[in-house]
């Protein structure tokens, strides 16, 4: 049995000693659990926090909307994003006057970019990142003229 912080990302692991090793079972599990210390577990989601993730594993205080990560955009530091922060800095961009070239879609590139971006609303329906995907979705179905 060794636990392992489910962190994406997390190389942290903790090893029972080596009398307790040879079990595999829910009572190993718990008995681990019982006896890493600084570890933390969400018995909900079956997941267990090292030390340094154990934050992870409390529920958030009512009222409060737990941070969302983004599944690729990321930080310097390689962190996901807050979801609902990404949405703002995206459409602070999208507002501003941007001093780049223009580059310009095909139409069949603009077809494609649009039933993309309806996938990712899909995914993301009742978010702010899915309303801003199908808002885009919507202009470039309008420019390239394809309702298909």
Known sequence: ?????????CPVQLEPPVIEAWRNDADARSWARDHAAGWTSDPIRN?????E??????????????????????DRAGNPLNRDEYVKHLQ?????????PTMMLTAAHATVAARL???????????SLGQLAQELSEILDSRSGDRS
């Open 1 to 9: 049995m060794v636990l392992s912080c489910d962190v994406a990302g």
């Open 47 to 51: 997941t267990d926090y090292c030390p």
């Open 53 to 74: 993730h154990a934050r992870f594993s409390t529920a958030p205080a009512a009222g409060t909307v737990p941070p969302r990560p983004t599944a690729a955009a990321r």
């Open 92 to 100: 602070e961009h999208l507002a501003g006057r941007s001093t780049e």
């Open 117 to 127: 971006l309806d996938e990712l609303a899909g995914v993301y329906r009742g978010e």
